[in-house]
């Protein structure tokens, strides 16, 4: 019986992200250092996705919660634990470890972030972490109505003839494509993120 390997901060992690509810699912793949905060992480999974990054964001399993705690967090319950501390590590320590990533309370854009392998340090020293290495389908603009905004701006994009089609078509002002996916384009944005080899920490 093969022994579930356990995370160390050496590992690179190979982790995908998919965006809940989405149908063909939006998602990406990535090699992160296990090192890497949360609060890292965070900037990581905003630029491999396409989001603006301008609204509030947590981390959470099934019974914590991870982000930039608040005191009125207290008074209502909920511990949240300060995301620049913590590193990834800490909290996925094996293959098939998961993570809910939840990006913008009202629209909110929720991502299952799964740990699909443990790769140990010396995996390849001449890349640079992080990188994508695979994914599918545009993000969906931020301020679209969360899911179901989403799939009527696709629709109201895709009909001339839609109530809506002139209104969104004047928002979504930059051509919007929603099959658009550039492994090569994440990775350039993702550039100046990245720090070489097994080092990469936050």
Known sequence: MATKKIASSQNIYQIKVTLLGTKPAIWRRLLVP???????????????????????????????????????????????????????????????????YTYDFGDNWEHAVVLERLLPAQFSLDLEYPICIDGKLACPPDDCGGIPGYYELIEALA???????????????????????????VNRMLSPKRRPGKAAKN
């Open 34 to 100: 296990a090192s890497m905060t949360l609060a890292k992480l965070h900037d990581v999974l905003q630029t491999a996705m396409g989001w603006a990054g301008g609204h509030m964001h947590e981390f959470r399993t099934a019974d914590r919660h991870f982000g930039i705690p608040d005191p009125e967090d207290r008074s209502m319950g909920m511990q949240v634990e300060n995301e620049r501390s913590l590193r990834l590590s800490s909290v996925l320590r094996s293959a098939g470890a998961k993570l809910i």
């Open 159 to 185: 009909d001339p003839e839609h109530d809506r089609h002139e209104e969104i078509s004047e928002w979504i002002s930059d051509g919007f494509d929603p099959q658009a996916f550039s492994v090569e384009n």
